[in-house]
């Protein structure tokens, strides 16, 4: 058996939790909100017409922020459309999803929704078709607390106490052409700084995340992060980060190593953005929003979603259905997202439900898990306090696209507060179960509290509506915690997390 060596340091200290590294992200697009989190005349529906199903497999799920309305939905969007009287919403055409908008659910409703899933709301402005006008009354609406025309109109809506909402997204995604009203980074620039300065006038303790580029492979990137931050710098807090990964032409060696684009995507933004940081000769540092991240079968919709004559109402689009292989990847994704916590200040896992989503709905019937669920969930649950940042020895393996890439994977939390810390470990190999061997001695844990893995003999085993539970965590066997030493065996394209804490002395702990 193949084995590896970790030492947790317990002063290698990346950065404190901030629990706005487990967002998600609600886009009008295809089922998500329609369908999804909202279904009038479902049985679990509330008098809002919001599926309380699913409202609490989001609980569970443990996302924190919610980004919305999109997305490339937001590019087109009027915010006006989807407020007062729900009789009175205008129909509209959706031009990024070639779909219509009833505008049914908006601003109020979402803003209510996020109560009721104890979600903070991460609000995106239109820069596509619209511009700092728009991105200002939207501010005015929701929250300004009274006394204005938009603040008296949200009232009169309903909504007596201002949202008060802290992250704005300063459009979406403005370097890609499929973008509505798409731009150079020079013009976007500009408008992003503009917006950024009037939006800072009304209140500066807002946190304003600018558009980097919409993927790692994109012509202008790195170009475009230094220009857009060139004029904007000043402006704004944060910049975003969007990845996808799936696995192409059956090479799941190379997906199971999709972390180290990632890693090779934040470490570049960061040295842009220092870069600027420097030639501007600024005293702020930049944090980086990536807030689109997930595995999404691209290569395919771009087929099945072809655009056509039709105009649906909440069809079914990007409907990806996650195996255990693709949760593997996205438990990778989130170790390397809290290992570079330092700068990765937040992110929202795209998207929440239906839409390459952890959580499925039917309509009229139930709701479920994706595998990719299980990782997130757990993770967003043990991870508390500090991120500790390990020193991993164990073997590479080659890939096709990422060169050789190291067998396991790994981050540790501390939370001293309450004397519980959590190890989250991934094995990329797809032949051998590794033995780690971890000194945890730095942590002064004393027991095991919970040993939970996701692996499954076929790892392209999924959950769906007849099969809902064919995937789910199993109890990680054969976990040994001994003086200061923690033995695990992780199977073969596995996803593991172990919380430890307990006030025992120097006993051998073993998990069933
Ligand atoms: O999350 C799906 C889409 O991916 C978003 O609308 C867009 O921002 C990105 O290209």
Redesign the pocket.
Known sequence: MTSARIVIDRTAVVAPIDRRIFGS?V?H?GRCVYDGIYEPGHVTANEEGFRLDVVDLVKELGSTTIRYP????VSGYRWEDGVGPRENRPVRRDL?WHALETNQVGTDEFARWCKLTGSELMMAVNLGTRGIDAALDLLEYTNHPSGTALSDQRIANGALDPYDIRMWCLG??MD?PWQTGYMTADDYGKIAARTAQAMKAADKSLELVVCGS?GSAMPTFGDWERTVLEHSYEHVDYISC?A?YQERKGDLGSFLASSLDMQYFIETVVATADHVKHKLKSSKTIKLSFD?WNIWYLDEHRVSDEVNEEWPIAPRQ?EDVYSVADAVVLGNLLITLLKNHDRVGSASL??LVN??APIMTEPGGPAWRQTTFFPFSVTSRLARGEVLRPRIDVETYATTVYGDAPLVDAVATVDAEVGKSALFLVNRSQTESIEVSIDVAGLAATAIDEALTLHDDDVYAKNTLPNRERVGLRDLPGAVLEGGTLTVTLAPVSWSAIALGGRATTATIVTD
């Open positions: 992200f886009e697009l999109g997305g490339n939905f990024a979406n995604e890609g919409s969007h996808y689109e990007l795209a998207q839409v390459i």
